[in-house]
């Protein structure tokens, strides 16, 4: 049986580790906050209570920790790897996990970058979307734990590649998301009915699914029970802009997207569902 030990249980965490407890592999589980493993524990994964030598006896290592730094930490954590694969699923910068990938190769083990676009919903269901990021040998051997999670899991090309196309996408998430509730709110202010406005934009090119999957939220002022919290968009917008001044693209239009979810630190709306970005919308 295939055996993964996997290293935070978050909002996607636990949805990946019980995607892979159905589908029969042995899971083994850590998180820094204890008490969110116990739906998994219920499920039948085993606890580690000690993170080192945590990666020997398994066949991957997953991990689904908010961030770069937190990943290296916790990975460093694991002191030799004995040749274990460390696949990162948790989003973060393009250098981050280059130094990453070092850092697990001084641990003697084994490295595959694979973020996932997709939420709780999709890992439930094994329909995320995976962008590796590695070398081929590597990805064959983890393609099939990855199929677990999504039907036909891409490499992108090398490590950095994956991280890249990942922000990328998350881009898309919080610009769509912000001119949406922009234009959602000038119509309403100007007597438009919503729908009026949506049979319009639905058939058109300017329509992104994503507009009707957050309608109802924003129009209710409902950001509870979040799939992908505020903070974490504004995270990765922000690791998105930090690779375009690396890029050397112009950054301006989208800074001030940035500065606008800046907005929401320490604030309820951080720990919401991302699309309480419409909250910020609302005044100049
Ligand atoms: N949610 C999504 O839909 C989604 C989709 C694609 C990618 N992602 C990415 O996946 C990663 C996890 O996202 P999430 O939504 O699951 O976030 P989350 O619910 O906030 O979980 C974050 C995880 O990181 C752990 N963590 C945070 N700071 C830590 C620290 N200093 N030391 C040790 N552990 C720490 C948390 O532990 P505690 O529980 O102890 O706080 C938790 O396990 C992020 O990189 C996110 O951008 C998320």
Not at 112 to 141: C, H, I, K, Y
Not at 209 to 238: C, E, H, I, V, W
Not at 270 to 275: G, I, K, L, P, V
């Amino acid at each position: 049986m295939t055996s993964v030990a996997l290293l935070g249980a978050g909002l996607l965490g636990n949805a990946i580790a019980r995607r892979f407890l159905d589908q029969g592999l042995s899971v083994r589980v850590w998180n820094r906050n204890p008490d969110r493993l116990a739906p998994l524990l219920e499920q039948g994964a085993a606890p580690i209570t000690e993170l080192e030598g945590a990666a020997r006896d398994c066949d991957a290592v997953v991990t689904v920790l908010r961030d770069g730094p937190v990943t290296s930490k916790i990975v460093s954590s694991l002191g030799d790897l004995n040749n274990t694969t460390v696949i990162p699923m948790g989003t973060m910068g393009v250098s981050e996990s280059r130094e990453l990938a070092e850092q697990v190769l001084h641990q003697n083990g084994r490295y595959l970058e694979a973020p996932v676009l997709g939420s709780r919903p999709q890992a439930l269901n094994g329909t995320l979307l995976v962008m590796a990021g590695g070398d081929v040998t590597e990805f064959e051997q983890q393609r099939g734990n990855l199929r677990h999670l999504c039907e036909n899991p891409i490499l992108v090309g090398p490590v950095g590649s994956g991280a890249a196309t990942k922000i990328a996408l998350n881009q898309l998430i919080a610009s769509l998301t912000h001119s949406f509730s922009l234009s959602l709110r000038l119509i309403q202010q100007a007597g438009v009915p919503v729908e009026t406005f949506m049979e319009i934009l639905r058939p058109s090119a300017l329509y992104a699914p994503t507009f009707d999957k957050k309608l109802q939220r924003m129009l209710d002022g409902n950001y509870g029970d979040p799939n992908f919290s505020t903070a974490l968009l504004r995270k990765d917008l922000n690791l998105f802009l930090q690779e375009t001044v690396a890029a050397g693209l112009q950054d301006k239009g989208l800074q001030g997207l940035a500065d606008l979810l800046t907005a929401a630190e320490n604030t309820p709306l951080d720990q919401q569902d991302y699309c309480a970005l419409h909250e910020l919308t609302g005044s100049s």
